[in-house]
């Protein structure tokens, strides 16, 4: 009887702690307001024809800038609400696994854009940087994951999985898709993944975090 209960206040105590360990914020503002922000500067930077490397790469630094700044600013205010420190050991947890792919990404775009002369397209062809950041952001997301409630590696796959499929698209057809269209391409992606994804948690997240 005494080992029955000492295992099942074991078991008690071991899940308290895995959950102290998750990063519970809730995601779905985070997402949705994402998936609005990318589909919106995909389809300005199509419109807009913004489509030379420089500002192809400056419109996509200052549009992923936004996004992080509204998303600090979001789990700040869900922080304050709930009364708890903003940058708790889970928050840090995952900002620390989030970073190494996310710096090579910047760094990637920074090396393009000081590279890149006046007809040249810089180290890699153009339409291969959405693929590409497409293939390290899904890294990232699959890192954070392990710190996290949801689903977020299985996006993480499917990012890496759009990626690689940029990538092989570009390599199977000749005439490579422009600059213009890779607007579109981070739209569809990154706009529209995150949309759904936020769609997804809002109607299942209450649930999964009070569990």
Not at 4 to 24: C, D, F, G, H, K
Not at 145 to 171: D, K, N, P, Q, T
Request: proline residues 5%; glycine residues 8%.
């Amino acid at each position: 009887m005494q080992s029955n209960w000492a295992a099942e206040n074991l078991q008690v105590i071991r899940t308290l702690m895995e959950r102290s360990a998750l990063y519970r914020r809730a995601l779905a503002p985070i997402m949705l307001t994402a998936g609005v922000i990318g589909s919106a500067a995909g389809l300005a930077g199509y419109f807009f024809k913004l489509d030379s490397v420089q500002n192809f790469v400056l419109f996509w630094l200052l549009t992923s800038a936004a996004a992080l700044v509204i998303s600090f600013l979001l789990v700040r205010r869900q922080a304050l609400k709930d009364k708890e420190p903003f940058w708790s050991p889970p928050t840090r947890r995952v900002a620390l696994a989030l970073a190494p792919p996310l710096v090579v990404g910047l760094l990637l775009a920074i090396f393009t854009l000081v590279s890149t002369k006046e007809k040249s397209l810089g180290p890699l062809p153009p339409s291969a940087l959405p693929a590409i950041w497409m293939i390290l952001y899904g890294c990232a997301l699959h890192s954070a994951g392990f710190f996290m409630a949801r689903g977020i590696r299985l996006l993480g796959w499917i990012f890496i999985f759009c990626g690689m499929v940029s990538l092989l698209a570009e390599g199977f057809f000749a005439n490579k898709p422009v600059l213009a269209q890779g607007h579109l391409c981070m739209a569809a992606v990154f706009g529209g993944l995150h949309f759904a994804y936020g769609v997804y948690l809002y109607f299942t997240e209450k649930k999964t975090i009070a569990a």
